[in-house]
């Protein structure tokens, strides 16, 4: 389990953009059984932490002034708009013995031969799903070989995936996440808008024809 080692943090409010200048990132920690705690911890520490745990693995907060420990999610981060930075991190301490919610990112792995070998193109219908799981066993992520599909009509189904004992996907089971559509014909659309003009042509005359014919009378 990774751990990050935080402090706690007297500023608040606007004031807390000294900390970001300092490279430290204002956090706080909450959930059912503790009281909110302010918090701070090192910017480039928590990005690492970030990256390896996502939001949906137990990590461990250390706090040596309290000399307490916590295992928390990370809940929900906030970041600048302009520079895509980390400004605020959200901890949640949940109930180790109560099942939550939470979002999984779904990782594809290996190469379709739909794609290699037929040219096809690999759509991903579904990025990320709703699992219910004790905090302990809930995965970083869920990995999808894609190996398995073959021609352009095999697909992958959320029945299909492997998911680790105790989570429990909150989705339609027959639901597709991933096949391979085959490449768009290029003849076949580059001929399109010539019918289409000739179609144009086509109706153009008639009505001069019949303006003609009118005149005529």
Known sequence: MLTLSVKTRQIIGKKVKVLRKNGLLPAVIYGPKIKPISLALGVKEFEKTYQEAGESSLIKLELPELKKEYLVLIHEVQRDPLTDKFIHVDFYQAPLGEEIEAKVPLVFEGEAPAIKELGGTLIK????????????????????????????????????LKVPSGVKILKDPNEIVAQVTPPEKVEEELEKPIEEKVEEVEKVEEEKKKEETENEK
Do not use: R
């Open 125 to 160: 219908n579904i990025s990320e799903l709703e699992v219910k799981a004790l905090p302990q066993n809930l995965p970083k992520e869920i990995k999808i070989n894609v190996e398995s599909l073959i021609t352009f009509e095999d697909t992958i189904s959320i029945k299909g």
